[in-house]
């Protein structure tokens, strides 16, 4: 009896050292809340391994719209927010919620509609002729609904199109399905209608169907993203340190060097300009 004591006693020792620091390393985490734009173009599963691997800091992504990212953060439910609506951004900081804003990187939206292009806006670079054109056609548009940056990159753009869309001038040819923008997307390849998206999530997207990109190339659709350390002194469990360290590491310049070198193909789907301060 005592022998298989001892045996026992010496295995739990052995034990005992390996275990401990596995939970200590699992511990080490942050949460990130983003976008579904920097989820949906694979540009996480490009980057965080890069992070991880440099620091030991793993990072847990909560994909949402803008809107949403910006609330929950709001709750204390993230560390860092990684988004692209700066307008809101800003907002959240003058709030409280976050210490500073920093830029990242940049892509644009397009605007992508169906070969067949009922509203006739193909080849052109004026997304607000084109907006007035889809809803003089009443053609199908296809509208996120979801508070994210691009759905009020959208809303912009048709304030900036002369179309009260939120009221006299919507109708059924809109459809707002709060979804993010590869669940969008599918719904405007099924039913053959315009939306506007990233351009690094149509990179990515598969199930094009029938649609290709119409408008690109007005300075209007230009899309910069933003990185930001929630307030620890707002949300006393926001890991300050670990956040800090995924801030410093995306603006640095192997994280630049990151994000420029992820590609779909030929395409580079993200630009980085941590160094352009107004951005």
Do not use: C
């Amino acid at each position: 009896m005592e022998l298989k004591h001892m045996a026992l006693t010496g295995m739990l020792l052995m034990s005992a050292p390996v275990t401990a620091p596995a939970v200590a390393q699992a511990q080490k985490f942050i949460t990130v809340a983003s976008t579904t734009s920097t989820e949906n173009s694979g540009l996480f599963k490009h980057l965080l391994p890069i992070f991880e691997k440099k620091t030991g800091i793993a990072v847990r992504v909560i994909a949402q719209g803008t809107g949403q990212a910006l609330d929950t953060a709001r709750r204390g439910d993230a560390d860092v927010v990684f988004v692209h609506a700066k307008e809101a951004e800003e907002k959240f900081i003058g709030e409280g919620h976050g210490v500073k804003r920093f830029p990242v990187m940049y892509n644009d939206f397009v605007l992508v509609g169906p070969k067949s292009d009922p509203a006739k806006i193909g080849g052109g670079k004026d997304i607000a002729k084109a907006l007035k054109k889809v809803r003089s056609a009443a053609a199908p548009f296809v509208s996120r609904g979801d508070k994210s940056g691009t759905h009020m990159a959208e809303l912009r753009l048709w304030k900036v199109a002369g179309i009260d869309i939120g009221g006299a001038d919507k109708g059924p040819w809109y459809r707002a399905v709060g979804q993010g923008m590869g669940a969008s997307l599918n719904t405007a390849s099924s039913m053959n209608g315009y939306i506007l998206t990233d351009r690094a999530t149509w990179i990515s997207f598969k199930n094009r169907g029938d649609l290709a990109v119409l408008v690109e190339g007005d300075q209007r659709l230009f899309n910069q993203y933003g990185v930001i350390l929630v307030n620890p002194e707002k949300h006393k469990h926001v890991k300050r340190d670990l956040g800090q360290a995924f801030v410093d590491w995306i603006v640095s310049a192997e994280g630049q060097k990151a994000v420029a070198s992820y590609r779909i193909g030929s395409d580079r789907l993200f630009f980085p300009n941590a160094n352009d301060k107004g951005a």
